[in-house]
């Protein structure tokens, strides 16, 4: 599944920090900026796994789980 996000990455000294506008939270960092890209893509990931996981704890055994395309 492919998903689209917003990342913004700023220079900070010899480090490239970057941030994800849809998923508060979700940093990166990186010598280069391609380093930082993926260390964000990876902390997206994580976040976003762990709320999924955190969030099925609280489903009904009798509802019913789809997965749904947006786009």
Do not use: H, W
Not at 3 to 24: I, M, Q
């Amino acid at each position: 599944m492919k998903n689209e996000f917003t990342a913004v990455f700023e220079k900070d000294g010899d480090f490239y920090v970057g941030y994800c506008l849809e998923v508060p939270g979700a940093n990166g960092l990186g010598k280069t900026i391609e380093e930082c890209r993926e260390s964000l893509s990876q902390s997206i990931a994580l976040i976003l796994e762990d709320r999924r996981q955190d969030a099925q704890k609280g489903i009904p055994r009798e509802a019913i789980q789809e997965i749904l395309l947006v786009g």
